[in-house]
């Protein structure tokens, strides 16, 4: 069965898929309309596995359109709608899409960015709706694309990955398995939807035949947790920024939330610090720290809730359909207890195929049916998995190699810091010189010394912070990661203004 139909076909007619400020989508709106896209595609001519980009907000006319390009037979192609119209056009290009479906909203911009491509722009709101069922597909799930999700990479160049049909049934299997979600759940969604964390909150909840709560005001948190409590959500799900926003600048710690059963949170670590800060504030709330590549549809492994305390820390082990080794660079896997760290690689029926048009990158992290993530990782005596660092973000200090995550960390203890990054820059004396950007509260008495000091009590000498440099914001990309390569850029101007070479 096409995945998109599987996805729907859970929950009952009158209930409700997505609710949206006041406008609540139920299941049986939500497959006519679906099904009536898809019919009006096929349509359209063109022929199974084209390309068809998608520009729009979180809403429910995104989620039409997704489904609908899916089922139509078609790949599916979600656009950052905040990226500029150059990067909107280049993954165009690079897909090859010749039909471009958008919001009302980013409508005539699209149409004014291609006016001289080949893909014709469509509003979304503007498709017929014919009630009409669309010609069923035999899909091959294990080969049939149904979506080309662009990541937006640690050096800011985005790479196609090519999710199959298959790998999304087989990740919102596992997801369902070991969160357990029933129709009684109603999770907030804040995560952009065109990413792919953001796209399995949506896949896992409607085949429970559970509700998607869609708020696209964090920018004011405070109102995002009034929706929560008034829509009675059972969990919200984010990145390491999305907690840390929400601890510094809002009530969410002081707040009640008599739904609430669930947080999740994945696309990085978030340090220990607040992590024991939300387990206090919500000590019944079950929390999952979790792992995950976009290259591997979402998620690979979690830490069991009940292990979060014992394992502070940890990514947890594989999902039950995914399994993960941590290799040294000779190929065989890294001592248990040890100190010995290794690459994370993962195999299973999540693993996306590759890139889209980029054979040399897809040989260089797809090898034998595996996945190659970049990530450097430790195995405790019980087999769970404790991230050290990206091998790209690895600092090399004298003969130390030194895990930015850990200096990260213990930055992070300090009650007015918001947001910790931690990069090397090169260094004459030490080869890497660690410095710290920092985002403080508004109210914070700051001296660079204070964090210095801090760092020197709880780190060896060679892990402290040479530079700590206090910014406005650290630089987010449309997932809430933080591009660390900016940074970089940022201090290598200012210290070439400033005449440090």
């Not at 069923?136 to 090519?162: H, N, Q, Y």
Request: charged content about 20%; some cysteine; aromatic content about 6%.
């Amino acid at each position: 069965m096409n995945i998109a139909e599987q996805l729907m076909s859970a929950g009952s007619a009158d209930s409700p898929a997505l609710l949206e400020g006041t406008h609540v989508t139920t299941y049986g709106e939500l497959r006519s309309k679906v099904r009536s896209l898809a019919s009006w595609l096929q349509g359209q001519g063109g022929a199974r596995g084209d390309r068809v980009a998608l520009c729009a907000e979180n809403g429910a006319a995104f989620v039409i359109a997704y489904l609908g390009v899916i089922q139509a037979g078609r790949v599916a192609v979600p656009l950052n709608a905040e990226a500029t119209d150059e990067t909107l056009a280049s993954v165009v290009s690079n897909s090859g899409c010749t039909l471009l479906l958008a919001s009302r909203r980013q409508a005539g911009r699209c149409q004014r960015a291609w006016v001289n491509g080949n893909c014709r722009t469509v509003a979304i709101d503007q498709v017929p709706f014919t009630g009409l069922r669309p010609e069923v597909l035999r899909m091959d799930a294990i080969r049939d694309l149904a979506a080309l999700m662009f990541t937006s990479g640690s050096t800011g160049e985005p790479k196609g990955v090519m999710v199959t049909h298959r790998n999304i049934e087989c990740n919102t299997h596992d997801i369902l398995q070991y969160m357990g979600l029933s129709v009684e759940d109603r999770a907030m969604l804040v995560l952009p939807l065109h990413y792919c964390f953001g796209l399995s909150i949506l896949h896992s909840h409607l085949a429970a035949g559970a509700s998607v709560v869609i708020n696209n005001q964090f920018l004011y948190p405070e109102t995002v947790l009034q929706d929560m409590q008034k829509k009675h959500c059972t969990g919200l799900a984010g990145v390491p920024s999305t907690y840390q926003i929400l601890l510094r600048k809002s009530r969410f710690k002081t707040m009640e939330f008599p739904s609430l059963r669930w947080l999740q949170q994945a696309g990085g670590r978030l340090p220990n610090p607040y992590i024991a800060e939300i387990r206090q504030a919500f000590p019944t709330v079950r929390f999952y720290t979790m792992y995950g590549q976009t290259e591997a549809t979402a998620r690979l492994s979690y830490l069991p809730p009940n292990q979060l305390d014992a394992k502070m820390g940890s990514i947890g082990a594989g999902l039950p359909s995914s399994r993960l080794e941590v290799l040294k660079s000779d190929g065989s896997p890294v001592e248990k207890g040890s100190d010995e760290t290794g690459e994370i690689v993962a195999s299973g029926d999540n693993i996306c195929p590759g890139y889209w048009n980029d054979p040399l990158e897809t040989k260089r992290y797809f090898r034998d049916g595996r996945l190659f993530t970049g990530d450097l990782a430790r195995v405790d005596a019980d087999g769970y998995l404790f991230i050290v660092d990206r091998e790209r973000d690895m600092i090399k200090v004298g003969g130390n190699r030194i895990g930015a995550k850990e200096v990260e960390d213990v930055v992070c203890e300090l009650p007015f810091v918001i947001e910790a990054a931690v990069i090397g820059v090169p260094d004459d004396w030490l080869g890497e010189a660690i410095t710290a950007f920092v985002v403080l509260t508004a109210d914070a008495g700051f001296d660079p010394e204070d964090i210095r000091n801090h760092c020197r009590r709880r780190l060896p000498a060679y892990k402290v912070p040479q530079r700590v440099v206090t910014i406005p914001r650290l630089p987010h990309n449309s997932s809430g990661k933080v591009m660390k390569y900016k940074l970089r850029e940022q201090l290598t101007d200012s210290l070439t203004r400033s005449g440090v070479q």
